[in-house]
């Protein structure tokens, strides 16, 4: 059993409290080796910007739980070492189970999801209750959803996104005692968020999907005032990191993201945490394509990953900055 205080994380309390007050929003950055978690700890140092480092069930499979307990003690380290103490919350993306986030309580995470999003509402109620109550006794934070995204959530596909119903979630708030809601407005998860038909095309035939249904957002914080909010699906899809795979031989065909306008604006209401997961694969595809397809005669890991590397910080600088507006809200002495 290892409480995430020893491995100098914080849970989302005092973050969401400052996100609200301070009318930004926090990445929640999902990773799973070790470049990813370089770059969101050095991205965020640079920023002066406090930060959730996600992980996902599958993520969690990947790399090991243990190791995934080590790197988020190292990514603490490494920012001290780096100039400065950044907040860093460890939490876990779509748990579809009780065992699963209390596994994750129990090994060091700070934060947990429980996705429930999928079930009858009864169901969602107790089994998110269930996950609060061992979750609170350990002084972790969890975020439970209402509504479902269109696209992959874990290994449930949903064809069609339902949109979370305002009247529900005062009373979804109140008997389950989530610290966060994850809502669905209009975001979907992937690369691909939206059929062509969906979208329409701007002058250079680039697909404009639809916009996010902020009338629903608005209900939700008029009925909840103050209470955190979570944004899903919420990666722009780059139209850069996309051609460039494709130039290198990658095949992503009708890659659509939410506009980062639209994040920004979410930010600055009661959304505390934007999930962003897919950009980061693409900065990461299209930094190695390059390398791999300009020097065919390089077969150091190093020497592919490391512009990879480079490539994510960039970008998690960017979102930091010019999207969430979390940038020098942590004082560095
Ligand atoms: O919402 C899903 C996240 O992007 C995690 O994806 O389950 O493939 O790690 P994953
Ligand atoms: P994207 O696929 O839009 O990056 O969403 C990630 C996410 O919601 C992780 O939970
Ligand atoms: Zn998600």
Known sequence: MVNYKDLGLV?????????????????????NNMEQMQSIVAAAVECKSPVILQVSAGARNYASST???????????????????VPIVLHLDHGNSFELCKSCIDSGFSSVMIDGSHLPYDENVAL??????????????????????????DDVVAEQSHYTRPEEVIDFVTKTG??????????????????????????NGILIPPPLRFDILKEIEEKLPGFPIVLHGSS??????????????????????????????ASKSAVCKINIDSDGRLAMT??????????????????YLGPAREELKKLYMHKITNVLGSANSVKCD
């Not at 005092?14 to 926090?26: L, Q, R, S």
């Open 11 to 31: 849970n989302t309390k005092e973050m969401f409290k400052d996100a609200m007050a301070g009318n930004y929003a926090i990445g929640a950055f999902n990773f």
């Open 286 to 303: 299209a930094a190695v394509r390059q390398v791999i397809m300009e020097k065919p005669a390089e077969f150091d890991p190093r020497k």
């Open 128 to 153: 998110t209750r269930q996950v609060v109550e061992y979750a609170h006794a350990h002084d972790v934070t969890v975020e439970g959803e209402l509504g479902v995204l269109a696209g992959v959530e």
């Open 67 to 85: 190791l995934l307990r080590y790197m988020a003690q190292g990514a603490v380290e490494y920012a001290k070492e780096l100039g400065c103490a």
């Open 236 to 265: 722009s899809v780059p139209q850069n990191y996309v051609a460039q795979i494709n130039h290198y031989g990658g095949q992503l065909k009708d890659a659509v993201g939410i506009p980062e306008e639209q994040l920004s604006r």
């Open 178 to 203: 989530v610290d966060s809601l994850a809502i669905s407005i209009g975001t979907s998860h992937g690369a691909v968020k939206f059929t062509p038909a969906q979208c329409t095309r701007d002058e």
